[in-house]
């Protein structure tokens, strides 16, 4: 495919995956990116092997993204905003640069790989954001980046009772996703193992309504490592601060038809995968409505000839998947080309 | 080059795949274990200057030899003999096994007693007179109870207990432990199974008790964990559901092939350095239902990256970590197959004399570490070259303290990553670093290490993948072992054996790199100067 130029929005696991793909087929790729660095969200996750790899995928961010810096077919512009994008045989795209400098550029295609958004807990009872021990599982992900053992946000202490709750924004009529984010129970229950392993004096409660088991060996993982983690089938209600500082979180335990009450050093909600919006009013610009799931889906793109969609911007997906899912999409966008 | 592609399959899997090669102008040769029927290929099976796709039915495949861009596969047909067909690709594309739970739930298919892809039938062919009970005392799916199910085994429990609802009016009740809603759109099928009336009940901790009376009849007792209560079910239909297992003949294919497996079975192990399609061997490919559970758009996905691998393939186009790759000597070779029984990539050829097949070779060097007689060398840039690069003795001591000159061995693919991170990061990695990045840890040989002591550094230290993260598989196995071999006879000749040190770190552990660092740094104070370098400087 010479000289033919494709732009990429977004240059997390699946902009970067689709780049090198299509740089491989001889394209030209433009991609930019909106953050400082590339990788997107799981860029900052952390590695959750112990003494073994937990297959989590997050490592192979970093060789996506060594081999999009190092291929000449590849131009990247971190911290770039889209301006204007119009289609006529060809897109013509403008963009902002780092320096706020106007760039235009006209595209035979485009990928849109904006990624997803965490959904924000904190209109839900569990304290996000007015007690600081609760935190989200991109916060811990983060964290678990930088320290060995985890620490309590709020003073630094090794936490003895860490608590789970999953599904907090999935799964959830309320706000009107009807979708399971499919990556946290994994996420999830690898930094449960990976803290657990680090210091045998925590104690992790994992608070869920089913457990997804995703991935190839992810089942066997699951059955070894679900006896050190306490497993209660059980959404939480309201999470209280007591006055020395600990959580308490207040919950129905079905084995015992009670309700509980039960105190935690720190609490990690796992967030929902959601959609991003539009693109900076990408999609409106092409005439395009909000799609049905909240995602846009191949189907959903289909009006727009050379519009196309990677990765969790269609819908949430491991890291694996991702790629998986980006290099199909360079396949369909080299298709679409070659009948130009 | 032309690509010329053996499929393996004779599902809606392996068909796509020879169409999408099609399109791409690749030519298929199709192996099916049975007859594909002319209504389940594509239309148009050839392409203009090629030969398309050609068919073999009733045929199985017995044999490989040869390796990427040259493969002779022997292909044993129903009737005829073997043949012998030559390929530069191969894709394994095998539909899923299913096999039914009845002895899982203690029960025997009856009137009474039924399997998901019975139920499953019936619903498709629904011209086939379906007699279900007038409402009574309804119909129960049992799924993933016992053992965890999937979201393909889910969708169509889902599926079929909403039309059974709809259609047929039944009870249905679905008993079930985790509800495995991850797939697409499995969430919104579930909420819309529930609002048409399907019940759920749903255990993990207390499992339910199933019996079967001798007339076939099914009565489970159950404890609904969120809603606390207790259940008797006489159900008038129990469908049961399904374990989807790789096939016999996949694990054949998986001998053939000598490819890798994981823990359930499924092709290539679960290796993250990999694209999900790719396997140990180079040219090998497989896709869908063949390498793990999928759903149906992950089964696209894996076609449209097959097809993409093989179009790089055939323009020469393929990833590798090194440069360099092994080449056995023509006179000295000693036979002992080390190298043969070792490589992870099976890139050595055994015919007259040993050799290696260079397309197939990911240049890993764990055959030329090994090898005993020491016959295997590189092509182009190697190890040694990079050994060379090492300067240890101009380097001296502040006048103050003793400053470790340590050499780090990184795996390209992990540490060295991190390292290049963590330089941009943080520049205060200590000064007496040297860094060596290597294609895999496995290529560090007994030698290397023992070499780059004699130039005098204080310490070393072979930086590897996790287990299970190695794109070698077992390089870094390797590695450990040969440092535990080298620290032996370095404490036997009285030097501390606590100056070679391995550690596993993952690509995206920047800070972790710096901490391990740090920490070796801290070990050799320490211990102190190595006499060598001691003595060099003299
Ligand atoms: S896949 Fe995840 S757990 Fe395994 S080495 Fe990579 S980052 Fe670590
Ligand atoms: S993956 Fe687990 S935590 Fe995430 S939405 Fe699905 S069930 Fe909930
Ligand atoms: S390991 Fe060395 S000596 Fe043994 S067969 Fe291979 S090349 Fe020959
Ligand atoms: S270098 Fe590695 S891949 Fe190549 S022949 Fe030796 S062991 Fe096999």
């Avoid at chain 2, 009137?111 to 499953?120: D, I, K, N």
């Avoid at chain 2, 199910?149 to 059974?164: E, I, R």
């Amino acid at each position: 495919m010479p000289d033919k130029n494709v732009l990429i929005i977004g240059g997390g696991v699946a902009g970067l995956t689709a780049a090198i793909e299509l740089a491989k087929l001889d394209c030209h790729v433009v991609l930019i990116e909106k953050e400082k660095s590339l990788g997107g969200h799981a860029g900052q996750f952390t590695c959750k092997a112990t003494d073994e790899c937990a297959k989590c995928g997050a490592c192979i961010v970093e060789e996506k993204i060594d081999m999009a810096l190092s291929h000449a077919n590849i131009t990247i512009y971190n911290q770039a905003r889209l301006a204007a994008i119009s289609r006529k045989d060809r897109f013509a795209v403008t963009f902002f640069t780092e320096k706020d400098a106007e760039q235009s550029y006209d595209a035979d295609a485009v990928i849109v790989a904006t990624g997803f958004q965490a959904f924000d807990p904190v209109d839900k009872p569990f304290g996000y954001k007015r007690f600081e021990d609760v935190i989200t599982n991109l916060d811990l992900e983060k964290k678990l980046r930088h320290e060995i053992e985890v620490k309590r946000p709020s003073d630094g202490i090794t936490p003895e009772k860490i608590a789970f709750i999953q599904c907090v924004g999935s799964r959830d009529s309320s706000v009107n996703h009807l979708w399971c984010s499919r990556v946290c129970c994994g996420s999830a229950l690898r930094m449960a193992n990976l803290i657990n392993t680090r210091n045998k004096n925590t104690e992790i409660s994992f608070f869920y309504i089913d457990v997804q088991t995703f991935g190839k060996d992810f089942q066997f993982y699951y059955d070894r490592i679900r006896d050190r983690i306490r497993m209660i089938r059980a959404i939480p209600g309201d999470v209280f601060r007591t006055p020395d500082g600990q959580l308490k979180l207040e919950y129905y335990l079905p084995s015992e038809g009670k309700q509980i009450e039960e105190l935690f050093d720190m609490i990690v909600l796992s967030v929902g995968i959601i959609p991003v919006g539009t693109a900076d009013g990408m999609m409106e610009k092409f005439g395009l409505e909000q799609p049905k799931t909240g995602f846009p889906d191949e189907e959903f793109m289909r009006p727009v000839a050379g519009l196309f969609a990677a990765g969790t911007s269609k819908g949430p997906k491991t890291i694996t998947e991702a790629v998986a899912d980006a290099g199909r999409v360079a396949l369909d966008v080299v298709h679409y080309l070659q009948k130009q | 080059m032309t690509g010329r592609v053996c499929i393996a399959g004779d599902g809606p899997c392996a068909v796509n795949t020879a169409k999408e090669l099609l399109i791409h102008g690749i030519d298929t040769v199709l192996v099916s274990r049975r007859k594909i029927a002319q209504s389940e290929l594509p239309d148009n099976m050839s392409r203009e200057g090629g030969a398309g796709i050609s068919v073999y039915g009733n045929a199985e495949i017995s044999g490989c030899s040869g390796c990427v861009n040259d493969f002779r596969i022997t292909i044993h047909q129903n009737g005829a003999g073997a043949i012998t067909e030559n390929v530069t690709g191969i894709v394994i594309a095998e539909e899923y096994q299913r096999k039914d739970n009845f002895e899982t739930y203690g029960l025997k298919p009856s009137h009474a007693v039924t399997s998901l892809s019975e139920m499953v039938r019936v619903m498709e062919n629904k011209s086939d007179q379906v007699a279900f009970p007038p409402k009574g005392s309804g119909i129960l799916f049992l799924t993933g109870c016992f053992q965890e199910s999937n979201p393909v085994v889910l969708y169509d429990v889902m599926n079929c207990a909403l039309q059974l609802r709809k259609e047929y009016h039944q009870d249905v009740f679905i008993l079930t432990g985790n509800l495995k809603v991850a797939g697409e759109g499995l969430e919104a099928l579930y909420r819309q199974t529930r609002t048409a009336g399907v019940f759920y009940i749903k255990v993990n901790q207390v499992l339910p008790e199933i019996e079967q009376s001798d007339e076939g009849k099914v009565t489970v007792s159950c404890q609904d964990e969120i809603l606390h209560t207790a259940m008797r079910l006489s159900p008038d239909l129990v469908v049961v559901d399904e374990t989807l297992l790789p096939s016999e003949y996949l694990m054949k294919l998986a001998k053939v092939f000598e490819l890798n497996q994981d823990k359930a079975g499924f092709l290539q192990s679960d290796n993250v350095h990999r694209n999900p399609v790719f396997t140990n061997r180079r040219g090998v490919l497989v896709v869908g239902p063949s390498r793990g559970i999928l759903e149906r758009r992950e089964i696209l996905n894996d076609v449209g990256n097959v097809t993409i691998a093989m179009m790089n393939q055939i323009r020469g186009k393929i990833d590798s970590a090194s440069v360099g790759k092994a080449r056995i000597g023509v006179v000295e070779c000693a036979r002992c197959l080390t190298c043969f029984r070792i490589c992870p990539y099976k890139a050595i050829r055994l015919e007259d004399r040993v050799t290696v097949y260079e397309d197939a070779c990911e240049g890993c060097g764990i055959c030329i570490a090994e090898c005993p007689r020491e016959y295997i060398t590189w092509t182009g840039p190697g190890m040694a070259d990079e050994l060379e690069k090492i300067q240890i003795s101009g380097i001296a001591d502040p006048a103050d303290r003793f400053s470790p000159v340590m050499v780090a061995f990184c795996c390209q693919r992990s540490a060295g990553r991190s390292v290049r991170t963590a330089k941009d990061r943080s520049p205060e990695l200590p000064e007496g670093l040297k860094i060596v990045e290597v294609p895999c840890a496995g290529g560090i040989s007994t030698d290397h290490i023992l070499r780059t002591f004699q130039k005098g550094a204080d310490g070393i230290i072979l930086l590897t993948c996790h287990p299970g993260n190695c794109h070698s598989e077992v390089g870094n196995q390797y590695a450990k072992s040969r440092a535990d071999h080298v620290g032996k006879r370095l404490s036997a000749m009285g030097f501390e054996k606590e100056r070679l040190q391995v550690d596993t770190i993952a690509a995206n552990m920047d800070r972790e790199f710096v901490r391990v660092i740090n920490s070796f740094q801290k070990k050799l104070m320490e211990i102190g100067p190595s006499l060598i370098r001691k003595s060099l400087k003299h």
